[in-house]
C-alpha cells in the first residue's frame, strides 16, 4: 500500500536524449523549409505542447542532434539547418534507433 505522500509518476517517453531526438528528427521531416532553414518555433511548439514533452527533454533532443553533427544553429538563433550530407549521401545520426 502506498503512502498518502508518496507520488508515482509514469515514465516520461522523451526522458533519453536518443528517443527526444529521434522524435525531433520526425517533427524535422514534417516543417516548411524555407531556403533550408527550419524554424525553431515550430519544432518545439510541436515538441512541447503536442507531444507534452518538457523543456528539459526537447534540449536533450536537440543537444544530440547537434552533437551528433545532424543539425546546426542558423547564426540568427531562430532557425536550424540540416548539416550537409557524408559521402553515402545519408545525414549523419539519422540511422534508426535500436
Not at 507520488?7 to 524555407?34: F, G, S
Not at 542532434?65 to 545519408?90: N, R, S, T, Y
Amino acid at each position: 500500500m502506498s503512502k498518502p505522500y508518496e507520488k508515482h509518476v509514469k515514465d516520461r517517453p522523451y526522458a533519453k536524449p536518443e528517443a527526444a531526438a529521434a522524435r525531433l528528427l520526425e517533427i524535422a521531416k514534417t516543417l516548411r523549409i524555407d531556403d533550408g532553414l527550419m524554424p525553431i518555433g515550430e519544432w518545439n511548439s510541436t515538441f512541447i505542447w503536442k507531444d507534452k514533452a518538457s523543456v528539459a527533454e526537447y534540449t536533450l533532443g536537440r543537444d544530440k542532434l547537434i552533437a551528433d553533427g545532424v543539425i546546426k544553429m542558423h547564426e540568427c538563433g531562430g532557425f536550424f539547418m540540416w548539416v550537409e550530407p557524408g559521402a553515402d549521401g545519408q545525414l549523419p545520426g539519422t540511422q534508426p534507433i535500436s
